[in-house]
């Protein structure tokens, strides 16, 4: 029943062709029957087919990210030897079929990414008590998940997430060894599962954000759960961010969890400061600790001890204090964002040692003095941030000569005086800059046509000079620019108006003269 088939994939299902040499399918040797139908990324366009169900000599079927449609086929429970139904990827709808708590073999059932709603078959838990693998996520999945999901005793990975799954975890999980538990972005409640983990010696990845759930003690205290984790000494992976859980950050979050590569506890109500015991998760390549109410001083024992941080994210917190220096011990980072906080002092110079960085985010925060011409060895930045603070001095040659920045450059709100670099003219790859209310003087060069991909520059509230360029004309990708409120003079060049993309234009609070040109932005 497929109407598309985009690669010729299934150009060999012929009448001509022995079924065994069909692509995608394999055969037992020995009775010439179909036990695998595999395929894989073939852009396949039309109905599952319920004729499927006569091959009864099925092991695997397995149709992946293609663009089949229609229900799952209840006659698919005929296929009494499957081991694996993976169906991930498509656009398949409707619920899952009561009649496949009769596939007593099936050890993986991974239908993840298509658009299956209802509830789960508790059947399905009673009868296949052989699965291993099950997989579900993204999908429109409702109800509770049954209880009688702990009689499948050899299930080790349960992947829900992205459903709409309500009601508590179900305590007969507590029977299960389980390395993988995904239930993120569901709608589920109660309080964070600190019976349930230590029944899980094995667990890798523990994954519960973006449910309803609540700390101990009316949303209080952390611990008892951080404290039951601490035979969990394998967990890689814990997320749980976007809960408003409550309580302090203390010592027992680090706990024995020196295997912990992940560490998401984003947007919750977590107080306190971060306790110097993180030090001890040495190998941890992403700490997010977003929008909490954190606070006091961060150790510098920790920036010492984790040297294989990637990504550290303490963005909307409460933090008063200097940025550590230490921080440039990491020298793994890819993106560091201390921003919307009250971080105050100079920006520590070692930040130039963080070569391997790609996003700076400082924004938003106390910091004064100048900027550290060593952020011009951050030569990988492709995204800088430094707006809405209190720095001061001229902007570094050596930052406006970062060619890879490629997606903005903010130093915006600051009290940065000086001309304009000219260096900012080879920035080629760069998409926004943003240079506005600070106390740059000068004029705006005409090399800045060398910027080719920018497509906004703000420019605005300084005490720019001069008159605009002719060139600017040339930026082809130009969407919005603002130079108000400065004190350019001079004719406003008619090349603004041959950039078809330009829809943002403010040049007001300027000594501007003569004729308003025509064309492109100028006739709307």
């Known amino acids: 029943t497929i109407i598309s088939d985009p690669h010729s994939s299934l150009a060999n299902w012929d009448e001509a062709v022995h079924v065994c040499n069909f692509t995608g399918v394999v055969c037992d040797k020995f009775h010439n029957r179909v036990t695998r139908l595999i395929l894989y990324d073939k852009g396949l366009v039309g109905l599952l087919s319920p004729v499927l169900s006569n091959l009864t000599g099925l092991h695997y079927l397995e149709i992946v990210r293609s663009h089949l449609f229609g ?32 596939l007593s073999k099936l050890y993986f059932f991974i239908i993840k990414e298509n658009n299956i709603s209802g509830s789960l078959p508790p059947s399905l838990f009673s009868n296949c008590t052989l699965l291993d693998v099950v997989d579900f996520s993204s999908n429109s999945l409702t109800g ?43 709608y589920l409640f109660g309080e964070l599962p600190t019976k349930f983990v230590s029944s899980w010696p094995n667990l890798l990845y523990l994954h519960l954000s973006y449910n309803n759930m609540i700390s101990h003690d009316n949303n209080t205290n952390l611990d008892p759960f951080f404290t039951a984790l601490r035979n969990n000494s ?32 984003q947007e919750n109500q977590i107080f306190g400061s971060i306790p110097r015991s993180l030090a001890n998760l040495s190998r941890l390549f992403i700490l997010n600790l977003t929008s909490n109410l954190l606070n006091g001083t961060i150790s510098s024992d920790i920036f010492f001890s984790l040297p294989k941080l990637e990504q550290l994210s303490l963005s909307h917190n ?13 020298l793994d980072l890819g993106l560091l964002d201390l921003s919307y906080n009250q971080f105050s002092g100079r920006i520590p110079d070692s930040l130039g040692n963080l070569v391997g960085l790609n996003s700076l985010f400082l924004n938003n925060n106390l910091l004064s003095g100048t900027i550290p011409p060593t952020l011009g060895r951050c030569t990988n930045l492709y995204r800088l941030d430094l707006s809405h603070n209190r720095l001061t001095g001229s902007i570094p040659l050596e930052l406006a000569g970062l060619h890879e920045i490629r997606i903005f450059i903010n130093v915006s709100h600051n009290h940065l005086e000086g001309p304009l670099p000219i260096e900012l003219s080879k920035l080629a790859k760069v998409q926004e800059i ?21 497509s906004m520059i703000n420019f605005s509230n300084n005490f720019l000079q001069g008159e605009l360029p002719q060139s600017l004309g040339d930026l082809k990708n130009l969407e919005s620019f603002d130079v108000s409120r400065n004190q350019l003079s001079g004719l406003i060049p008619a090349t603004l108006g041959k950039i078809d993309t330009l829809t943002f234009l403010n040049l007001s609070f300027n000594n501007l003269e003569g004729k308003i040109p025509s064309g492109g932005i100028f006739n709307s």
């Open 144 to 186: 509770q998940i049954p209880e009688e999901i702990g009689n499948c005793k050899s299930l080790w990975s349960i992947s829900l997430y992205d459903n709409q799954f309500t009601g508590q975890l179900p305590l007969s999980l507590t029977n299960l060894t389980l390395q993988n538990l995904d239930v993120e972005y569901n």
């Open 434 to 454: 943003d240079l506005s209310s600070n106390y740059l003087t000068g004029s705006i060069f005409p090399q800045m046509a060398g910027c080719i991909a920018v």
């Open 71 to 102: 229900l799952i086929p209840p006659e698919f429970s005929n296929l009494r030897r499957l081991h694996s139904i993976t169906l991930e990827g498509n656009n398949l709808h409707g619920s899952i079929p009561e009649s496949f708590s009769m």
């Open 318 to 330: 409460l933090f008063k204090t200097p940025i550590p220096e230490a921080i440039g011990k990491c």
């Open 234 to 265: 394998n967990l890689e992976e814990l997320e749980l961010a976007g809960m408003g859980l409550g309580g302090r950050f203390t010592y027992t979050v680090a706990g024995q969890l020196t295997s912990l590569r992940t560490l998401l506890l």
